[in-house]
RNA sequence: GGGGAGAUACUCAAGCGGCCAACGAGGACAGACUGUAAAUCUGUUGGUAUUCACCUUCGCAGGUUCGAAUCCUGCUCUCCCCA
């Protein structure tokens, strides 16, 4: 059995922790969970770090599960929230646990080994019960003092809060008693921000009499910059690939700073110790090659999406980014170049206007509103900042049929990292 | 209730009768450099027009004037001081 709590050390992954849980975890196979919020239909690079909590618990022989929280999900929790939180229908919420579900199964093993993960859902347990059963049962362990003196409920004193949400943490700590009694689950982990929901599980657990419990919790990662960890300008970072393409994907994980990669990868990545160390110590001598970004978003992207995804993701990249040339976007087939610029905007254009071949700026600000207006689309290629299929053109420029790929597309760039796809039909 | 100051483009902020599509700063976008980075340098930043030029914009509505962001009147809103 490896040592889980030294493993989460050097990762960085390691916030607080009970004390005396480290002993149990080093004597024997130990049954720990982390609860999932079902808030969206997909979770996010976000959750990817309790995710990988789970995978290095499991990795070092214990029995992982996985909580999605069809009951609290109708609740909300209102650690770190400043506001009241809008309730999603049980429909909603059902449908949200099911696609989690499936991100899930990507990185646990639940096969049938005694320390496979296992999906639970709290909404199971709480669906029967009784408001005067909870209240008698359970309410009468934790005083509201104790409660009170939570963060997430002082923080919100002042602003306000419901009652729905003040319960939260009871609910979310009676689920622990009850993994504790079912599933002989004596350890829950999570993000540092639910230190507080935890610790009322173990309370509550060790009011009933119930035996021992243990809690640990994982660092909130932020950016250097400060910045929210999870997000770009685009939005959050899903692991659905119908929500975040692959190719996004993996952009967001190659333009890491150079700062972020190297906590990234300690806490992402399944590679080991000494591995990481000289990849860290590499890219220290060289940052220009990057080569902490690429590891990165390659392990990610392939345990994420898969081997094939990858391998579009960097073909895609290199097109975008690297030195392609019109040739080698010539040679592309319909479907890897439709899968290259998914989620570039696209525009549709009549093909009868390209016989007489449309003025430039004329195919930019009219055909494709590209550019609001003639004047700004005038300027910009006067600076030279307009490609016509990787490449730069002029004010004389006129598209005509000549500039079809595979006789539909036309690539347009504003800059360099703007794409357009035009579609002629 | 009394007195004062102000409202200008995405934001801040000049301009106070013609030279104003409106100084400057920030932001944004683009170019060079670079690592698909940071920093730096350069350009663009109301619309139409290849040029001349024209149109629309300085809180709103009127007025004075050959000509108004600029002067006058009314209105709306904001801020400050005294009660």
Request: overall charge negative; glycine content about 8%; aromatic content about 10%.
């Amino acid at each position: 059995m490896k040592n889980f709590v030294d493993e989460l050390r050097w990762r960085g992954m390691l916030h607080d922790i009970m004390p005396g849980t480290e002993e149990l975890l080093n004597k024997e196979m130990v049954s720990g969970y982390i609860g999932f919020d079902p808030t969206a239909d997909s979770l996010g690079v976000g959750n990817m770090v309790q995710i990988m909590t789970l995978v290095h618990f499991q990795r070092a022989g214990h029995k992982p599960y996985a909580l999605v929280g069809g009951a609290t999900g109708r609740v909300g929790d209102p650690s770190g929230k400043s506001q009241e939180r809008n309730l999603l229908s049980p429909e909603e919420i059902n449908y949200n646990l099911e696609r989690q579900k499936a991100q899930l199964e990507k990185f646990l093993d639940f096969g049938n080994q005694p320390n496979s993960a296992e999906i639970v859902n709290n909404y199971d347990w709480f669906k029967d019960f009784y408001f005067l059963d909870f209240i008698r049962d359970t309410g009468k362990h934790i005083s509201v003092n104790y409660m009170m003196a939570k963060d997430s409920v002082k923080n919100r004193l002042e602003s306000g809060m419901s009652f729905t949400e003040f319960t939260y943490q009871l609910i979310q700590g009676y689920d622990f008693y009850h993994l504790h009694q079912a599933h002989q689950v004596k350890l829950q982990m999570g993000g540092s921000d639910q230190w507080g929901n935890i610790t009322t599980g173990t309370e509550l657990i060790r009011r009933k009499g119930a035996g021992e419990a243990f809690a640990l919790t994982t660092p909130l990662i932020k950016k250097a910059d400060g910045t929210k960890f999870g997000k770009s300008e685009k939005g959050n970072i899903w692991l659905d690939p119908e929500k975040t393409s692959p190719y996004e994907f993996y952009q967001f994980w190659l333009n890491a700073a150079d700062a972020d990669c190297q906590t990234y990868i300690k806490i992402f990545s399944l590679k080991d110790q000494n591995e990481i160390e000289t990849l860290i110590a590499e890219h220290q001598q060289e940052p220009h090659l990057r080569k902490l970004q690429k590891a990165l978003a390659e392990e990610i992207t392939e345990r994420v999406h898969g081997k094939n995804e990858l391998e579009n993701a960097i073909e895609a990249s290199n097109i975008l980014f690297g030195n392609a040339t019109e040739e080698a976007l010539r040679k592309l087939n319909e479907k890897t170049l439709l899968a290259v610029f998914a989620g570039v905007p696209q525009h549709e254009v009549n093909t009868q206007k390209l016989k007489e071949g449309i003025p430039i700026v004329e195919f930019l600000a009219e055909e494709t509103a590209i550019f609001p207006s003639k004047g700004e689309a005038r300027k910009m290629v006067q600076g030279n900042g307009i490609s016509i299929n990787k490449s730069k053109v002029g004010m004389d420029k006129v598209v005509t049929e000549e500039d079809l790929i595979n006789r539909k597309y036309v690539l347009t760039q504003r800059g360099k990292r703007n794409y357009f796809l035009i579609l002629f039909n």
